[in-house]
């Protein structure tokens, strides 16, 4: 059976959601002595394991699916994000702007890669073996080779980037241009992986913050106006715009539904992809990553 995996990041928790019921099947705490704040922010599926990039303690968490035991790793200072590499975690840090290699079979830090400003994401590509950053307060995106962990390319994109993928056929980078704070909309560029030229710029709603890519359509929550976009990223447009209402933040697809996270009404939002039927059930305080499983 199928889950969904929601972190939440005020609630110290992981929301195991059973898909089959749409129901909050079990609460993962990552502090049971509730002793500190823990802050996750970024998910992660490792093996038989769930992930969570930590805010407020710098650490990641490694929660065993099975047992739900948590072990807790200290990595650097506010981790945002993370993703697996060969058995390595990249994991962002957002104050000391590196990625930190963390190896998971030793459990010892392998390296410190620099990147931008402030990292907010991080994407791994596993056909081209690049890992991608989105550096929200120097306007740019840190490309680095997952072989070598070489620092590829630094490439300046639009206002305050949130996020940014690699489409599943290896050749684009979507990068998410949230212009937080800014009169005008965010947009969704697309750049070639061949020279990095942006070949074109998509307008979405107020304060994009995630994006979820498939083969034809990228769908981007916008955080400042409550709805969600969906683009045709073939034809370069917006097709429509899905109404949620509070701040959708973090979002996922399946073959049938598209799943939204909203920060300030703290629920999840499940949203048939054709009728738009939405349906909804609370979560933790302001979930942030989700996952399957």
Do not use: Q, W
């Amino acid at each position: 059976m199928r889950n969904l995996y929601v972190c939440s990041t005020s609630s110290d928790c992981i929301s195991k959601v059973n898909l089959s019921l749409f129901v909050e099947e079990k609460k993962i705490r990552l502090d049971k002595e509730n002793l500190k704040r823990i802050g996750p922010h970024g998910i992660y599926v490792y093996k038989d394991n769930i992930l969570t990039a930590n805010s407020y303690d710098n650490s990641i968490s490694m929660v065993d699916i099975n047992s739900y035991e948590t072990k807790s790793y200290f990595i650097g200072m506010h981790c945002n994000d993370l993703s697996v590499y060969d058995d390595k975690a990249y994991v962002i840090c957002g104050d000391s702007d590196d990625i930190i290699v963390f190896d998971l079979l030793t459990k010892n830090v392998a390296e410190a890669i620099p990147c931008g400003n402030s990292p907010h994401s991080i994407y791994i590509c596993k056909k081209n073996k690049l890992v991608v950053v989105a550096n929200m307060n120097n306007d740019s995106i840190t490309i680095v080779d997952c072989t070598h962990n070489g620092n590829i390319k630094n490439i300046r994109v639009g206002s305050y980037p949130t996020k940014a993928v690699i489409t599943p056929d290896g050749n684009y980078i979507l990068v998410c241009e949230s212009n937080i704070g800014m009169d005008n909309k965010g947009s969704i560029s697309i750049i070639s992986l061949k020279n990095y030229d942006v070949l074109y710029k998509i307008s979405v709603g107020n304060s994009p913050v995630d994006i979820y890519c498939n083969e034809r359509f990228c769908y981007v929550s916008n955080f400042g106006e409550g709805t969600v976009s969906m683009l045709d990223i073939n034809n370069y447009n917006e097709i429509k715009k899905i109404e949620i209402g509070g701040m959708p933040r973090g979002l996922l697809e399946d073959d049938k539904y598209l799943y939204v996270g909203d920060n300030y009404n703290n629920l999840l939002f499940r949203i048939d992809k054709i009728t738009e039927i939405k349906k909804a059930i609370s979560i933790g305080p302001e979930p942030t990553g989700m996952t399957f499983l």
